[in-house]
């Protein structure tokens, strides 16, 4: 068990030395999972991305481990040797969180962008309406007016017939009056004349 853990150590710094300067080929990442896989029920798939960046953290982990495991308790040039594997292998942690972040940073920057342009495309469908609005507004007030403006003239030409009416009946009152008038002095004068000729008769 001893001669294994050694063995599994020193494969482990190899690996780790091989991470430490940007060797993160096909071929690192299959010696890190030569180990048995454990039956486990088939994952979802992922986007290639993701199922690269997941493979390289369970790999650093994986090495962490491996390198712990084979630390022995007696100091010395390998003691300093894993020391140094084993901060190589946090770094290279650190490196994957920090991609992680700014990756989860980017995509928050991409919700908040596509956010915003929801709201622009509200923001103008309102304006549209409050638009449309202002037009049905204005068209209603104008045939209000046009409304209006009929009834006013219909107001005004019957109150002009009435007053032609007026006018005219005044002048056939006139006329009546005058016609009267002239009849009864006709009448009178048809008198007089009848008086005086009984009377030169009475006095012939």
Same mark, same amino acid.
């Given at each position: 068990?001893?001669?294994?853990?050694?063995?599994?150590?020193?494969?482990?710094?190899?690996?780790?030395?091989?991470?430490?300067?940007?060797?993160t080929?096909?071929?690192?990442?299959?010696?890190?999972?030569?180990?048995?896989?454990?039956?486990?029920?088939?994952?979802?798939?992922k986007?290639?991305?993701?199922?690269?960046?997941?493979?390289?953290?369970?790999?650093?982990?994986?090495?962490?481990?491996?390198?712990?495991?084979?630390?022995?308790?007696?100091?010395?040039?390998?003691?300093?040797?894993?020391?140094?594997?084993?901060a /190589? $292998?946090?770094? %290279? @942690? +650190?490196? =994957?969180?920090? *991609?992680?972040? !700014?990756?989860? &940073?980017?995509?928050? #920057?991409?919700?908040?962008?596509?956010?915003?342009?929801?709201?622009?495309?509200?923001?103008?469908?309102?304006?549209?309406?409050?638009?449309?609005?202002?037009?049905?507004?204005?068209?209603?007030?104008?045939?209000?007016?046009?409304?209006?403006?009929?009834?006013?003239?219909?107001?005004?030409?019957?109150?002009e017939?009435?007053?032609q009416?007026? /006018? $005219?009946?005044? %002048? @056939? +009152?006139? =006329?009546?009056? *005058?016609?009267? !008038?002239?009849? &009864?002095?006709?009448? #009178?004068?048809?008198?007089?004349?009848?008086?005086?000729?009984?009377?030169?008769?009475?006095?012939?």
């Open positions: 068990a001893k001669i294994q853990a050694v063995h599994r150590g020193k494969q482990a710094r190899k690996e780790l030395q091989k991470l430490k300067e940007g060797d080929s096909e071929e690192v990442v299959a010696t890190a999972d030569t180990a048995p896989p454990e039956e486990t029920e088939p994952a979802p798939s986007p290639a991305d993701e199922s690269e960046d997941d493979a390289v953290a369970s790999m650093v982990e994986e090495l962490i481990k491996e390198v712990s495991a084979s630390i022995e308790p007696v100091g010395g040039a390998d003691d300093d040797d894993l020391k140094e594997q084993a /190589a $292998a946090l770094k %290279i @942690q +650190a490196v =994957h969180r920090g *991609k992680q972040a !700014r990756k989860e &940073l980017q995509e928050k #920057r991409e919700m908040e962008a596509a956010a915003v342009k929801i709201q622009a495309v509200h923001r103008g469908k309102q304006a549209r309406k409050e638009m449309q609005e202002k037009h049905e507004m204005e068209a209603a007030a104008l045939k209000i007016q046009a409304v209006h403006r009929g009834k006013q003239t219909r107001m005004e030409l019957r109150k017939r009435e007053e009416e007026a /006018a $005219a009946l005044k %002048i @056939q +009152a006139m =006329h009546r009056g *005058k016609q009267t !008038r002239m009849e &009864l002095r006709k009448e #009178r004068e048809e008198q007089e004349a009848a008086a005086l000729k009984i009377q030169a008769m009475h006095r012939g």
